[in-house]
């Protein structure tokens, strides 16, 4: 199946999910479908919780902006929230570095780095079920779920959550009263009576480009469901809806805690648009999150 646009092509194989598949990876167990064409980018789309990217395995191009720009575009391109490139790290067993949707590098990302563990393993660069990840917002440890030879499921260190005092932001001629948590990338959450009254789509864009915040901030409406159940939708910064943000959910359960909502080493189901992660946080505010990672597609890009 090709997709032409602007003279670029890309070319997308789909499989199904048998035990003999033909798989495009580019790991020691993945068999490489290859063209016999020149400057061919091999890809893997995966999603956690439908927050889908376009993962590569190799160095950043110097063109990255255009790139995913272009191949995160839903009609003209594969469509995706962005991309992710993995590749070898001196301090930890792999680097991730993550590329929004409008080309805007982004510092961590919950969902993609559950794909980048499911990733490595299940395309053969590792056989560990711990590892440690190389992120813009420092290192991260996953445990790996297996079953029948392939991840389903991981659990990560998140890092320490930084809660700030709360503050209030008018937008659209309201006042909101949010709360700042640092997850390693900025975000602010807002608890509401009713999630379905939100205006996400068109006040989203209002907080993330706020003059409170000159570079950006991602934002988190929150209903309280009970103590141990939250529902949550999100405006990211850089690539505005999605279905799910797994800092974002690990961001509002601090902000739900320090507000008494919720409970210190109690498991919190957050529910997202794309699905439910779970949510565990410490007295000092070490924060642990575990969620599916999933494969949609493997892809080819060419000029």
């Known amino acids: 199946m090709s997709f032409a646009h602007e003279a670029k092509v890309i070319f997308v194989f789909f499989y199904d999910t048998g035990e003999d598949r033909c798989k495009a990876g580019e790991g020691p167990r993945g ?125 990560v260190g998140m890092g320490i959550a930084e809660v700030s005092d709360d503050m209030t932001l008018k937008v659209d001629g309201r006042d909101y009263e949010v709360t700042p948590v640092s997850m390693g990338n900025p975000h602010i959450v807002t608890f509401v009576e009713d999630i379905s009254e939100v205006p996400l789509d068109s006040v989203g864009t209002l907080f993330e480009h706020h003059p409170a915040f000159p570079d950006g901030v991602n934002t988190e409406f929150v209903q309280v469901i009970s103590d141990t159940h939250l529902r949550m939708r999100v405006w990211e910064r850089g690539s505005g809806i999605t279905m799910a943000c797994g800092t974002g959910a690990c961001a509002t359960v601090a902000a739900a805690v320090a507000k008494n909502f919720c409970k210190f080493n109690t498991p919190i189901t957050v529910e997202l648009d794309g699905g439910c992660l779970t949510i565990f946080i410490e007295e000092n505010n070490a924060v642990t999150m575990r969620g599916p990672a999933e494969l949609i597609y493997e892809g080819e890009y060419a000029e």
């Open 31 to 155: 068999m490489l479908l290859r063209k016999t064409r020149k400057n061919v980018m091999h890809f893997t789309k995966m999603h956690g919780l439908g927050n889908d990217y376009l993962y590569v395995y190799g160095e950043v191009p110097e063109n990255i902006k255009e790139l995913s720009e272009k191949l995160s575009e839903r009609h003209f391109g594969a469509g995706s929230d962005g991309m992710i490139y993995i590749s070898p790290s001196y301090i930890a067993d792999f680097k991730m570095r993550i590329f929004n949707a409008d080309g805007s590098e982004a510092k961590m990302c919950g969902n993609g780095i559950r794909c980048v563990g499911k990733y490595v393993y299940d395309k053969g660069y590792t056989d560990k079920t711990m590892l440690k990840i190389e992120t813009l917002s420092g290192i991260k440890t996953l445990g790996l779920d297996v079953r029948n030879g392939k991840v389903k499921e991981v659990t």
